[in-house]
């Protein structure tokens, strides 16, 4: 390949790590000569595969050919959209739940057609939204443990979409606040708490298919990428157009674009020749991208998933069976090619964990969930380290789960960036924390004390819980008893 630019790069464990200038895996740099390997600590970092033991095998993953991810992590849960019949269905698990999944697992399965987006929320763990083709956005709670019953009843139902919705997005800093697009063109922002739209950019805004949408680090503008071929940085409480791009990439496939720190933003797409592209964008200056780089001629979506504490964006390309890294810096050329982890078999979808939910005794700065036909694998990159003490240039104070702003300050016009924490010695998941929601609702869960409500002691609620317990095991027992029958009758 001619033009090739001389990156960093490095030969990992078993040759996982593939990329010199010679081979053609490396980006091409557009009127970019030559230059001398630069660097820097990420320019070792490897991906190390699961053992077979610490996969979720056995899972039927969503069929659809939606450009989504079908998986969201945290660290106490990984979700995988599913084949379903009869309805939209997602698993979620335990993380700790690794190996064989029962078949009949139970699954969160409200929806009646099937689900394209998930998401969990960021400020608390045990709270999932998710989009489907019924048109309508689900906000489902999952207890401690898992599941041990199909849930079908969500903790709030929001509608007001009138085509299918496929994508949904929290906002990093505002409790309850939650973004979501369908294919009428529209984006709405939801009050989870109240369980109303509060803010609508129509399709005035976005005349077509909208392809992706991201929020600011501080939840401030949302940038959007949509079928008419335009890159939009949007203010979503003015309703106003910040800055736009037209044709990002040549080409006519789908472009994504994520914000990245320093006021940029990156975006993926195809040339006109239908190669795929990187390309990283000031958003006061969108003129000319301030870097662009031609990958390779593949034909799957590249999903960009960017690390704000190592400025590190990862590119994850649908059917492919490789994970491109690169470094964004504040100096040319800006986009800096690290490496790449190839496996044998391509990918159905990807899920992404929070820093939070990282081994940093092991200087893991990221972790995949790669999903196959029938599995999903957790792929860790970690930087090899000598030492066993904590690596504080590895790991800043990173975002933690409370939230800075309530949702009305934020829709008074209050902005503020996620409220960090230390890493230093690990991250443990809090218990559950409850979803607040209006009575007039479909739950009314609200904290009130013992003594202002006349409720029952500690004591005779764990009873409660012990007997729930055995009563739902008893109930699944019966269950594949049934089950059980049933293929023996279908058999005669």
């Not at 898992?146 to 906002?171: C, D, N, Q, S, Y």
Request: hydrophobic share 35%; proline share 7%.
């Amino acid at each position: 390949m001619k033009d090739s630019v001389s990156v960093s790069h490095s030969v990992g464990q078993m040759g996982r790590h593939q990329g010199p200038p010679h081979s053609g895996l490396c980006p091409r740099g557009r009127g970019m000569s030559r230059q001398v390997v630069r660097s820097s600590k990420f320019r070792h970092v490897f991906g190390q595969p699961a053992k077979a033991d610490q996969c979720y095998e056995d899972v039927r993953v969503s069929q659809t050919t939606w450009d989504s991810g079908f998986c969201a992590v945290n660290p106490k849960f990984v979700a995988l959209i599913c084949e379903a019949s009869g309805g939209g269905a997602f698993l979620v698990l335990p993380l700790s739940k690794t190996g064989r999944v029962d078949k009949n697992a139970p699954m969160v399965c409200g929806h009646t057609a099937p689900v394209l987006d998930i998401a969990w929320c960021p400020h608390n763990d045990n709270v999932i939204a998710s989009g489907s083709e019924d048109c309508t956005v689900m906000v489902w709670e999952i207890p401690d443990g898992g599941l041990t019953l199909p849930l079908r009843e969500p903790v709030v139902t929001l509608e007001g979409h009138t085509k299918r919705v496929g994508i949904v997005a929290w906002h990093p800093t505002a409790q309850n606040v939650l973004l979501s697009a369908g294919c009428d063109n529209v984006i709405l922002v939801w009050d989870v708490g109240t369980g109303a739209a509060v803010l609508t950019l129509g399709s005035d805004v976005h005349p077509d298919t909208i392809y992706s949408v991201d929020w600011s680090r501080d939840g401030a503008l949302i940038c959007t990428s949509c079928r008419d071929k335009r890159v939009r940085i949007i203010e979503p409480r003015k309703g106003t157009i910040v800055a736009e791009k037209d044709r990002p990439h040549e080409g006519t496939r789908p472009v994504r674009a994520v914000f990245v720190s320093d006021g940029k933003i990156l975006t993926t797409g195809f040339s006109r020749m239908s190669e795929r592209q990187v390309a990283l964008w000031d958003t006061k200056h969108l003129e000319e991208p301030l870097s662009l780089q031609e990958l390779d001629t593949s034909s799957g979506v590249l999903l960009p998933f960017f690390d704000p504490d190592t400025n590190i964006v990862y590119l994850c390309g649908k059917g492919d069976s490789s994970i491109r890294y690169f470094e964004i810096t504040s100096e040319a050329p800006f986009l800096h090619y690290l490496s790449m982890f190839s496996s044998k078999e391509s990918q159905r979808g990807m899920g992404y964990m929070p820093k939070r939910g990282l081994e940093v005794n092991k200087c893991e700065i990221a972790r995949f969930y790669k999903l196959h036909e029938r599995r999903c694998e957790p792929i860790a990159m970690t930087v090899p380290r000598k030492s066993d003490l904590f690596q504080e240039d590895l790991y800043p104070p990173t975002a933690g789960p409370d939230a800075a702003l309530t949702a009305e300050e934020w829709l008074g016009g209050r902005d503020a960036g996620p409220l960090l924490i230390s890493l230093k010695d690990g991250y443990v998941p809090p218990k559950s924390r409850e979803l607040r929601v209006n009575r007039g609702l479909d739950t009314g869960r609200r904290r009130t004390t013992p003594e202002a409500s006349g409720a029952p002691s500690s004591d005779a609620i764990s009873r409660l819980e012990e007997e729930m317990k055995k009563l739902q095991a008893t109930v699944q027992e019966l269950q594949k008893r049934l089950d059980t029958l049933e293929e023996t009758v279908q058999a005669k």
